[in-house]
């Protein structure tokens, strides 16, 4: 602060997501065998297997690239605390996933 006192924030009912792309087609059970399967085969600690709050599928433009308005299809990813997050975030990067609002501090 300005008077050079630390201050603590607590905000509650808030789940850090991002998204990753996922081919038009999918529907929600094929993201629910899509996330069972990194469970099962990933080196994801177990501790934040049963992390995710919930997902869901969205339409969206991405950001960065011209698609002359074209809307892609995004999983979008809610996590019940930070830790899962950030583990979630690097497992599905070396698979090959690719994310969005994934850097967050």
Same mark, same amino acid.
């Given at each position: 602060t300005i008077y050079g006192k630390s201050i603590c924030v607590n905000v509650q009912d808030f789940y850090p997501?991002?998204?990753?792309s996922i081919?038009?087609?999918y529907t929600i059970s094929?993201?629910?065998k899509l996330l069972n399967n990194i469970k099962d085969n990933?080196?994801?600690?177990?501790?934040? #297997?049963e992390k995710i709050h919930? =997902? %869901?599928i969205i339409k969206g433009k991405p950001f960065y690239e011209?698609?002359?308005?074209?809307?892609?299809?995004?999983?979008?990813?809610?996590?019940?605390?930070k830790e899962s997050f950030d583990c979630w975030a690097r497992?599905?990067? #070396?698979?090959?996933?690719?994310? =969005? %609002?994934?850097?967050?501090?």
């Open positions: 997501y991002f998204y990753i081919p038009d087609k094929d993201c629910e990933s080196k994801l600690y177990y501790a934040y #297997k919930k =997902y %869901e011209f698609t002359y308005n074209q809307q892609f299809s995004y999983l979008k990813i809610f996590f019940k605390n497992i599905l990067n #070396k698979e090959g996933h690719k994310l =969005y %609002e994934s850097n967050i501090d």
